[in-house]
């Protein structure tokens, strides 16, 4: 089974930025994806990014469109993301998450939370001054 750990969050001012990291384990395909999502405590995790291991999938939650970009080193067996210009509203923990999904699966599937059966547990961002 794969399994997938996080790795980066801290404690970072706003307007500035950081890098994620997913690192997973276990055989993969070219059809199994990895996501990130976000948690702030009380509220629904949240959807950002997601790519296939063969990087021929690629889905932008809105939230993040245009300031993260999701980014893969399969030699590494790692997925990343690059978070910039953060906000004190972006502290959560973030997630990546993984799931076979088929290769042309649209948004309405790559984006929902239930459709991932892999969960990291969390590495936890905080955007304050």
């Known amino acids: 089974q794969v399994q997938l750990v996080e790795s980066g969050g801290g404690v970072v001012q706003p307007g500035r930025s950081l890098r994620v990291s997913c690192v997973g384990s276990?055989?993969?395909?070219?059809?199994?994806?990895v996501g990130w999502f976000r948690q702030a405590p009380g509220k629904e995790r949240e959807f950002l990014a997601v790519m296939s291991w063969a990087g021929t999938t690629l889905y932008y939650g809105d939230s993040a469109k245009g300031r993260f970009t999701i980014s893969r080193d399969n030699d590494k067996n790692t997925v990343y993301l690059q978070m910039n210009s953060l906000k004190p509203e972006n502290t959560a923990i973030y997630y990546c998450a993984g799931a076979f999904l088929p290769a042309q699966a649209g948004s309405s599937v790559y984006g929902v939370k239930e459709e991932y059966d892999t969960w990291g547990k969390g590495t936890r961002v905080t955007v304050s001054s």
């Open positions: 276990g055989r993969t395909f070219s059809a199994y994806a």
